[in-house]
């Protein structure tokens, strides 16, 4: 998927002093866009399926994530995620600020 694909829908659900919840929709082969988590984060897959983590270094990862399976990751994390699936995707990502 080049750089220049079609981009995934956020939608900002809870925005607050201790915390940001947003809901990621993506197409197949869309993407965040290159991005860096100022504060650490938990992704909560509303579907199942798989993602590409690609980071700026070129070094991209594969994650099958199964709907309602919970992961952690902390600050600093840069990467572009991208849909991976021939279907639509999505999940909900809670950016702890406190």
């Known amino acids: 998927m ?4 079609p981009l995934a829908t956020p939608t ?4 607050n002093a201790d915390v940001r919840v947003t809901e990621w929709r993506f ?10 988590h100022e504060h650490p984060y938990v992704v909560v897959p509303l579907t199942t399926g798989r993602l590409e983590a690609r980071a700026s270094d070129g070094t991209r990862t594969l994650a099958d994530l199964v709907t309602g399976l919970p992961y952690y990751r902390p600050a600093g994390v840069e990467h572009d995620v991208v849909n991976a699936n021939p279907h639509d ?3 909900i990502e809670i950016e702890l600020k406190r």
């Open 2 to 5: 080049p750089a220049d694909g």
């Open 12 to 15: 900002v659900r809870i925005d």
């Open 89 to 91: 995707f999505a999940f």
């Open 27 to 36: 197409t197949p082969g869309a993407r965040t866009g290159a991005h860096r």
